[in-house]
């Protein structure tokens, strides 16, 4: 575990990062980006930046905050108006160029575990639309269905391959960027969540490509 307030350590990631860049990396995912403090982005933000102006850096804002939220008030606020995962997205703008969109993610499940329909769905897309909206112009928001730490979209659409399909569809008609999970394109999907408790489930939607 690295102590992020650190300046050893702050020096130390900073420069791996570089190193990536110095390489032809032109957008870097950072995980677990509630981990680290303010602190910490702060530094490795404005040190990549001064070097590599254009490199995106893109947050997994995703789980509870380990650290107090840099304005409290807003933070606050958002939860009340929003919910948790908006409010935590919310907390980066300013910090990064953009994060991945957990909360686009669940408002697909959502949308398939409820109305069990994508295309045409007035809900879904209205809900898309506020969503997008509180999000200033410049901030990308990363779509995906599915990831790692997630069931598969399959999985979650109930093995319904329209749904699935008009998932990507939809996805892929925003205006925001769009990665599709290894194995996506194979219609991988796990046969029970990975959420039931068990040890390593997540083993169950990190399967070997043939």
């Known amino acids: 575990m690295f102590n992020s307030k650190n300046k050893d350590v702050q020096q130390y990631l900073t420069q791996k990062a570089l190193d990536l860049c110095d390489m032809g990396f032109d957008a870097i995912r950072l995980d677990h980006a509630t981990g680290p403090c303010y602190a910490f982005w702060k530094y490795f933000v404005r040190n990549i930046k001064a070097k ?84 200033p112009t410049g901030f990308q928001l990363w779509l995906f269905l599915d990831n790692h730490d997630l069931n598969r979209f399959l999985f979650e659409c109930g093995g319904n391959e329209k749904l699935f399909e008009d998932g990507i569809y939809y996805s892929q008609q925003q205006y925001m960027p769009w990665l599709m999970f290894y194995g996506t394109e194979k219609e991988f999907t796990n046969k029970k969540s990975i959420f039931d408790g068990t040890p390593y489930a997540d083993e169950r939607v990190r399967m070997c490509l043939n």
């Open 52 to 135: 590599y102006p254009k490199v995106r850096l893109i947050g997994e804002v995703w789980g509870e905050l380990d650290f107090k939220p840099h304005f409290y008030i807003r933070y606050f606020l958002n939860k009340l108006r929003y919910d948790a995962q908006e409010a935590r997205q919310l907390e980066y703008v300013g910090i990064f160029d953009g994060v991945l969109d957990f909360r686009y993610q669940q408002f697909m499940c959502e949308a398939v575990h409820k109305e069990n329909v994508i295309i045409n769905n007035r809900k879904l897309q209205e809900e898309v639309k506020l969503h997008f909206a509180r999000y």
